[in-house]
């Protein structure tokens, strides 16, 4: 690829957090979920010794969509669901970048949610983060595609008759290559997860369960309070049974169906646990996983669920110019202009 | 004129021009075999151009008059300006073919039809209670009945070719028997056939074998008295090739890239008549050039934006339902003040409307079509081969002024036909980029800062750095942003001047010296009438200028290829010749341009029939506006 910049990099020596950070003040509301996300990412982002000119975040509208502003790196804010797409511009441009696309559910999965179908189905090497507060809160608080039925809000003052999106399930049936999710109450386990979705080449989808403690607070209370946590939420680590509670004392089996079930380990047998494989190659099991929990009241599995290989969207394109030069050499204009017959007049 | 040539006795008579249309069901091959016409004509010398027209269903029921599909080409041996008013000879390879192309011919026309294609039930398909070639219908021209199929089958017999098959090749013939009638050498068309059809050697043979079989008939039926013979054009001394609009916007586009060093990224969902764009693009890799095919037209628009704020030469193709999704991301790329071109291949609508056909009704959605005042430049073709200049121009604007462009061709341009002088690549213009690599601005406490808001005082446009460079980090996006710094601001004068700077910008283009000035002009002293047009009706425009010309009528022409800014020059003449008449396929949406700048009663001359004007019909009517 030509360096068109005009100018080469240069990395600097030692990264810290504040080499991440904007000089725009924060302007989400006060408690709001999105700061510990925030802070989540620029403390982990040295880690990858990626110097911030070289990362590129592109979100769409909304809370979520905000975050770039607050991002010393370039930076777009686009339109509404369009994200996705223009990141997707980005990285075709630019395969040496590291480009993130940051929005929330509405902008997502509802106006945007064509654009991040194919985005993942391409596979094009994108790290999408995927803030989940189950309410649109930039526009005060209407009901989302990840709302329960029977949410009041705003425009369903009678309760929400439209069944809701389970954003990891999507992003499997999308062909995902990377699917995790994490949570804004637990800052390690978001960094571990932000930085596995990185490092994966290709499209990488983290769902975030986030907080909006204005027009949705405590929509995932049931899951992270202190106390439900260890009987509430089903860490997956890969190679391992899946197995949770304080003491380990749940688990996770198949059924005689191939369905995934929950229940006292005792009763499923340890042998029957299901070991987790984030490498199958097969998505089924993972997405098994993501039906275990149909709303975030019962156990719900947090951690990456799938991480598997496959050809990079814009590595293909390079590789096909790549070949074609290589085969025939760089087109000319002058070749160009004569590719059809042509005839000379003296 | 009589002439003989050397080596044979036959009689040839001489001619200026000559417009044939090839007529038939869409699965006849009718397409193919004007291509070929085409290249024969071109290769032997003659200016032309091409009009293709076919039915957007991939196979409407054939035999039925919405099945028909047709190619009309038009050959001289001298200037050539449109693809002919009304065809001179017409070849109807069956009842619907004659029925859908009757009402353009006039009087003392030629008719060649397959009369193996006209039984009672082709004539019940066409909708032809009795038979044209008997009740009368055809009294008024020459009328050749040829039996095509069956010389066809006759023909491939002995190749052994399954009857379905032979059938299949009796476009050929018909090909063959007007490359005798109009004397085409047939040696490339052979070539051709050999070349294309190598890997299936029966349909070669029989291709081959129905147009000797073509050819050999003209000569030796005697249904002809002599062929004709139109001499080579007096072209201006280069090489040329034939070139539609598609491709030479194709090739615009590659070119704006070699000459801005700008890698040429195209996002593009497939739309008829757009779609050749991508596919040409698709297969020129070694170029450089990274197309997507969109998950859909917004999506396209805005991996196009991606790719701009990248640092590519980045560009969206579509036609006019496309335009209308691709409105929000135009309005962003207004916002961020990238450059983008998004190419309108116009077709005519409403909504799906005629895919195959052309209109000019997208030129207010081009130029007001996003909300918020969104200003952009507009550039318009107004030949298959000015494509090539104008996709130069939109990227050479857009790189200018850091601004989406649209770029208006249509279905007329995109398909039709014409030869195309080739330029020496070298002594093509360089598009300057001028990319922003260091800090530009200096704080208060004197650090070295990048905004990318801080403007060209000439252009007013704003500074362009792109990711990757360190230290000019920026966050750009759709909310107001302050001149200069471009924070966010929601400060009521400094919006104020942002909408004005933005207007002004493109206003600036206007008296730009590195930009082409839009207007095409042929004037008049004392003209009584100024025909301004835009686009693709320059040829007809032209033509019928011509006509009115020769008629002893003085008459001035002014034509737009940027339709905003508009050219300076255009008011003045506006105000300054008694009689000011706008032609364009639409109801008057440019004249409504012109009255509102110029004040003037601008009259409009205005055609949607899915069909260019004709310079005959137009001559008409301008001569009409000039009796009033
Ligand atoms: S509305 Fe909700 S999501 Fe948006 S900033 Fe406020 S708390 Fe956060």
Redesign the pocket.
């Known amino acids: 690829m030509t360096d068109v910049r005009g100018v080469r990099g240069v990395t600097p020596v030692e990264l810290t957090r504040k080499d991440f950070m904007s000089d725009q003040e924060l302007r989400?509301?006060p408690?709001?979920?999105?700061y510990g996300i925030l802070a989540a990412l620029q403390l982990m982002l040295p880690e990858l010794d990626i110097p911030p000119h070289e990362m590129v975040f592109v979100s769409g509208i909304g809370?979520a969509a905000r975050l770039p502003y607050y991002m010393n790196t370039y930076g777009v804010h686009s339109i509404h669901g369009r994200a996705p797409a223009v990141a997707t511009g980005v990285a075709l441009t630019r395969p040496d970048l590291s480009v993130w696309v940051i929005g929330g559910d509405g902008d997502m999965l509802s106006i945007g949610g064509n654009h991040l179908l194919h985005a993942l189905r391409r596979n094009v090497d994108l790290t999408i983060l995927m803030l989940n507060?189950q309410i649109y809160?930039?526009t005060k608080g209407q009901y989302s595609p990840t709302s329960g039925v029977g949410k009041v809000t705003k425009s369903t003052p009678f309760g929400s008759v439209d069944h809701p999106f389970n954003p990891v399930s999507v992003a499997l049936g999308a062909e995902a290559t990377f699917v995790a999710r994490t949570h804004d109450t637990d800052r390690n386990h978001m960094q571990e997860i932000f930085r596995r979705a990185h490092d994966h080449h290709g499209a990488a989808f983290v769902e975030v369960y986030?907080n909006?403690?204005?027009?949705n607070d405590g929509a995932f209370d049931d899951l992270l309070r202190r106390d439900a946590r260890p009987d509430m939420l089903i860490p997956l680590r890969h190679g391992e049974p899946v197995r949770f509670g304080a003491e380990g004392q749940r688990g996770v089996a198949l059924n005689e169906f191939a369905e995934l079930v929950v229940g006292d380990v005792d009763d499923l047998g340890e042998d029957r646990l299901l070991i987790h494989d984030e490498h199958r190659p097969d998505a089924t099991l993972a997405f098994a996983l993501s039906r275990l929990a149909a709303d975030p009241h019962t156990p719900t599995p947090i951690g990456v669920f799938r991480d598997v290989r496959r050809p990079v969207y814009e590595d293909e394109v390079s590789t096909q110019i790549e070949a074609e030069v290589e085969r025939r050499g760089r087109g000319t204009l002058e070749e160009l202009f004569r590719s059809g017959a042509t005839w000379t007049v003296d | 004129m009589t002439t003989t040539t050397s080596g044979t006795e036959i009689a040839q008579h001489l001619l200026d021009r000559v417009v044939i249309r090839f007529a038939g069901d869409s699965g006849d091959g009718m397409q193919l075999v004007g291509d070929r016409f085409t290249e024969l004509s071109a290769l032997f010398g003659n200016d032309l151009a091409t009009l293709p027209d076919y039915p957007a269903e991939i196979r409407a029921p054939a035999g039925t008059v919405a099945g028909v599909s047709s190619f009309q080409v038009h050959i001289s041996s001298s200037d050539v300006v449109t693809p002919g008013d009304a065809p001179n000879v017409l070849v109807a390879m069956n009842p619907a073919a004659l029925r859908a192309n009757l009402h353009d011919l006039t009087p003392g026309a030629t008719v060649i039809v397959n009369v193996d294609g006209f039984d009672a039930r082709d004539l019940t398909k066409a909708g032809y209670t009795t038979d044209p070639l008997e009740d009368g219908t055809l009294d008024a021209f020459t009328v050749y009945e040829v039996p095509v199929t069956s010389l066809t089958l006759q023909a491939t017999e002995p190749l052994g070719v399954k009857r379905r098959d032979a059938e299949r090749s009796k476009n050929f013939f018909a090909l063959g028997l007007i490359c005798w009638m109009y004397t085409r050498p047939t040696r490339p068309l052979v070539e051709w056939i050999e070349g294309r059809f190598a890997s299936r050697p029966t349909v070669r043979d029989a291709n081959l074998a129905a147009l000797r079989a073509g050819r050999n008939f003209g000569e030796t039926a005697e249904l002809f008295d002599h062929p004709f013979r139109i001499e080579p054009a007096s072209l201006p001394p280069g090489t040329y090739t034939n070139i539609n609009g598609n491709t030479a916007l194709a090739w615009g586009l590659i070119a704006a890239a070699e000459l801005s060093g700008l890698p040429l990224v195209y996002a593009s969902y497939p739309i008829t008549p757009a779609s050749d764009i991508l596919h040409e693009l698709s297969r020129r890799k070694r170029f450089g050039v990274r197309t997507i095919q969109a998950e859909d037209e917004i999506a396209a628009a805005s991996i196009a934006l991606g790719a701009a704020f990248s640092g590519a030469l980045a560009v969206t193709g579509t036609s006019g339902p496309g335009l209308d999704l691709k409105a929000e991301m135009l309005g962003l790329a207004v916002s961020l003040e990238l450059p983008m071109v998004v190419v309108d291949v116009q077709r005519a609508g409403p909504s799906t409307g005629m895919p195959t056909k052309t209109e000019q009704t997208d030129l207010l959605l081009a130029l007001h079509g996003r909300h918020g005042e969104a200003p952009l430049p507009v550039v318009a073709a107004r030949s298959p081969s000015h494509c090539i200049d104008t996709a130069l121009e939109a990227a050479r604007i857009a790189v200018r002024s850091r601004t989406p462009v649209i770029l208006l061709t249509d279905g007329y341009l995109a398909n039709g036909t014409e030869p195309w002088r080739l330029p020496d690549p070298s002594a093509l213009t360089p598009i300057d980029v001028d990319l922003t690599t260091e800090e530009n601005h200096t704080d208060p406490d004197g650090r070295r800062v990048y905004w990318p808001y801080l403007r060209d005082p000439a252009t007013l446009a704003r500074s362009w750095a792109l990711p990757g460079v360190p230290g000019l980090q920026h966050r750009i996006g759709g909310i107001e942003k302050q001149d200069g710094t471009g924070n966010i601001s929601y400060q009521p004068e400094n919006h104020e001047r942002m909408v004005r700077l933005r207007r002004a910008k493109i206003d600036a283009l206007g008296t730009d010296p590195v930009v082409a000035s839009g207007l095409e002009l042929d004037l008049q002293d004392g003209a009584d009438l100024l025909v301004v047009g835009w686009g693709s009706t320059w040829g007809a425009i032209t033509g019928a200028v011509r006509r009115l010309r020769d008629d002893g009528h003085r008459v001035a022409q002014a034509h737009l290829t940027r339709l905003d800014p508009l050219p300076l020059q255009l008011v003045d003449l506006l105000v300054t010749h008694p009689k000011v008449v706008c032609a364009e396929l639409n109801l008057g949406q440019l004249t409504g341009v012109l009255r509102d700048r110029s004040l003037r009663d601008v009259r409009g001359i205005h055609q949607v029939s899915g069909l260019p004007f004709t310079a005959r019909e137009l001559a008409r009517r301008l001569a009409e506006e000039l009796d009033q």
Do not use: A, E, M
């Open positions: 989400w509301c408690g709001c979920g999105d809370c507060n809160g930039l986030q909006c403690n204005v027009f």
